[in-house]
């Protein structure tokens, strides 16, 4: 109960954060869309709390954050934008997890694996949303979108999260594991 009780409070600040993060940007969506600010809280919020929270989290926020500021415009931005984070919380809390041990190897190959399949759902999903409306979604606009243009975000992300997650065992607030194999755990 107590740690569900500290995981959710964990998450409403992660919530809290992927809402007023992008404020740094200005509310310029060119900047933003560079930038990332919202992914940082999601995949921190994947790795700290686990899968559940990280998808949920990743779900509601770009949405919340429509409703309340207006940016991102809800369609299609925000809808794609919550099919996105909501993989990357989903797959990074998935596979950080599930390793057997968890240190900034394993950060970073969950960290890699989460960002290429966020961006992968992203393309889909703008290739349904834009199709419904009767746009078309080219492969480059998806290359564009996914990868060129946000090279900056991707950067900040794979130095800024593993500094944070080692900055987090070093406190002893969020401690790198190693998972006992199963043969020493019946060895107990």
Request: hydrophobic share 55%; charged share 10%; proline share 6%.
């Amino acid at each position: 109960m107590k740690h569900n009780i500290k995981n959710l409070t964990l998450s409403a600040m992660f919530l809290a954060i992927g809402l007023v993060l992008p404020f740094l940007t200005g509310q310029v969506p060119k900047i933003g869309s560079m930038l990332l600010p919202m992914h940082i809280p999601i995949f921190l919020c994947g790795l700290i709390c686990g899968w559940q929270y990280g998808a949920a989290v990743g779900l509601i926020t770009p949405i919340l954050r429509s409703f309340i500021f207006g940016m991102p415009p809800l369609y299609p931005n925000a809808v794609a934008m919550a099919m996105e984070l909501l993989t990357y919380g989903l797959v990074i809390g998935l596979m950080y997890s599930r390793s057997r041990w968890q240190c900034v190897i394993s950060l970073y190959r969950s960290l890699l694996v989460a960002m290429i399949a966020g961006r992968a759902v992203w393309g889909v999903t703008e290739i349904i949303i834009l199709g419904i409306g009767g746009e078309a979604f080219t492969w480059e606009a998806f290359i564009a979108g996914a990868f060129l243009n946000a090279i900056p975000g991707i950067i900040i992300q794979l130095i800024l999260i593993p500094m944070i997650m080692v900055a987090l065992n070093r406190t002893g607030l969020v401690r790198f594991r190693k998972k006992e194999s199963p043969r020493a755990e019946t060895a107990k």
